[in-house]
């Protein structure tokens, strides 16, 4: 695999983890304001108990979970969620279990319909890219990134992630990337980016390697920093 599309593969997968973690902390965070002390023993008896249970038997991952005596169930529902799979989060949202609950009408700021193919075959188009880049499958990657790159894009408005941004028009910023050109993007397409410093260079970092900067080139965070204030000034 060469450098740049290795240097793809990391800013896409830290895309990937970031939309996964908000996914499963809304499942902790909706269900948990619903149901209380009583979250954990029903997502467990609809939901957990028979995860797995068709593809690996074997795997006793959340029965495991639920013997553990010296843990509360809160702490057990944490571990649980942590302990999902991104094909079975996804796949949390077209289940029952979902679809028949009073907590789906609040869980996302904006409508979707969890229920239907169209949002399905998104889900589907998120999880093989996370698949095709833990397996580095370039090949697949090639063929299907403007599906993967929208599925996204979908997710990270869903969950109103702070780091989305799209790459149609990373061209803009020129043959010679500086910190100035990539700092004038960020700013003329996403100006909210640059009230927090950490949202900030985690974005730039993205698109610096995205278009070609090498890991170990990345400029430090206060060469960032100092930057954006000039950045800011001449805006």
């Known amino acids: 695999m ?3 599309t290795l240097n793809e593969f990391a800013s896409y997968y830290k895309r990937l983890i970031r939309v996964e973690r908000y996914l499963k902390d809304l499942i902790y965070e909706k269900y948990t304001n619903t149901y209380k002390n009583k979250t954990y023993t029903i997502l467990y008896n609809v939901y957990f108990e028979k995860l797995r249970y068709f593809t690996n038997k074997n795997d006793k991952t959340f029965k495991d979970i639920y013997k553990q005596n010296n843990k509360t169930d809160d702490e ?6 942590d302990k999902m799979y991104i094909s079975e989060v996804l796949g949390f949202f077209s289940h ?3 679809l028949k609950d009073i907590t789906r009408k609040n869980f996302f700021d904006v409508h979707v319909n969890t229920g239907k193919n169209e949002f399905r075959k998104i889900a589907k188009a998120l999880k093989d890219f996370r698949n095709c880049i833990c397996h580095y499958d370039t090949k697949q ?9 929208k599925a996204l894009v979908f997710f990270e408005k869903l969950v109103n992630c702070k780091y989305r941004f799209t790459t149609g028009s990373l061209e803009t910023i020129g043959d010679k990337p500086t910190i100035t050109s990539i700092l004038k993007y960020i700013y003329q397409t996403n100006p909210e980016y640059f009230d927090d410093d ?15 900067f090498r890991t170990d080139d990345l400029p430090q965070y206060k060469s960032i ?5 000039k950045t800011e000034g001449k805006s």
């Open 2 to 4: 060469n450098e740049r």
């Open 141 to 149: 990657f090639f063929i299907e990134k403007a599906v993967f790159v």
């Open 96 to 98: 029952r279990i979902f």
């Open 225 to 229: 920093i100092r930057q954006k204030f």
């Open 76 to 81: 057990k529902l944490s571990t649980s969620i």
């Open 198 to 212: 950490r949202v900030l260079v985690n974005v730039f970092d993205d698109i610096a390697r995205l278009i070609d």
